[in-house]
């Protein structure tokens, strides 16, 4: 039976519109939220965050301290990935990822009750599995969306320019029209794209 959720995380949710049956699972008794959500939920806060100071970079281990703040309220916290606690090929992503997202927690109030899916590897691997006999087309459809958003989010990997040249490859676009991507993916990925990687000119991401 897993462990009820608590109702100041229900009430947290429901002020930014979450819900929590679509960006939350229980892991083993510990709720664990999906990374894309901690992302929609801190840019509809309003949470900012300092450029990260780096403690450690030795080959794959790596360890960042970024600030971040919502309103009057301000956190600071560590972003950790070496290759006892990560199987990820880049370290310096996942330590952003995991710096964010635990600003995120501590600034929402949810540190505590509610972990990131970055935050462990056991996490990941206990996200709930896909039912594909149920409707396999849907299935491929968000597998390749939430595929293409990881890459979009492997921040230190890519630069404008790159990431650009990566979207509008013919793979990729070829990637996108098999797997029965929708305009509104499509636009939210094009929106994640130019804020992770902001123009220095007007030139959006093509279809």
């Known amino acids: 039976m897993p462990k009820p959720l608590d109702p100041i995380v229900n009430e947290i949710l429901q002020?930014?519109?979450?819900?929590?049956?679509?960006?939350?699972?229980?892991?083993?008794?510990a709720w664990v939220?999906?990374?894309?959500?901690?992302?929609?939920?801190?840019?509809k806060a309003g949470?900012?965050?300092?450029?990260?100071?780096?403690?450690v970079a030795d080959g794959a281990n790596v360890s960042i301290i970024a600030f971040g703040s919502l309103g009057d309220r301000a956190e600071w916290t560590f972003g950790e990935a070496s290759p006892d606690n990560?199987?990820?090929a880049y370290p310096w992503a996942m330590a952003e990822k995991r710096c964010k997202d635990r600003l995120v927690l501590?600034?929402?109030?949810?540190?505590?009750?509610?972990?990131?899916?970055?935050?462990?590897?056991?996490f990941k691997d206990s996200k709930p599995k896909i039912e594909v006999a149920a409707d396999p087309e849907r299935n491929q459809t968000n597998e390749t969306f939430s595929d293409i958003l990881e890459n979009?989010?492997?921040?230190?990997?890519?630069?404008?320019?790159?990431?650009?040249?990566?979207?509008?490859?013919?793979?990729?676009?070829?990637?996108?029209?098999?797997?029965?991507?929708?305009p509104h993916m499509i636009e939210q990925l094009k929106a994640e794209i130019n804020r992770l990687y902001p123009p220095?000119?007007?030139?959006?991401?093509?279809?």
């Open 47 to 55: 949470i900012t965050f300092s450029e990260p100071r780096v403690v």
């Open 86 to 88: 990560n199987r990820n």
């Open 33 to 43: 939220m999906y990374h894309r959500y901690l992302e929609q939920v801190a840019a």
């Open 106 to 122: 501590k600034l929402l109030g949810l540190h505590g009750f509610v972990y990131s899916e970055e935050e462990a590897d056991e």
């Open 15 to 29: 002020r930014y519109n979450l819900d929590a049956r679509e960006c939350l699972w229980n892991a083993h008794g």
């Open 152 to 182: 979009v989010q492997c921040v230190g990997v890519w630069d404008r320019k790159k990431i650009l040249n990566w979207w509008n490859s013919p793979a990729l676009r070829a990637k996108r029209q098999q797997a029965g991507l929708t």
């Open 200 to 207: 220095e000119e007007a030139s959006e991401p093509q279809s």
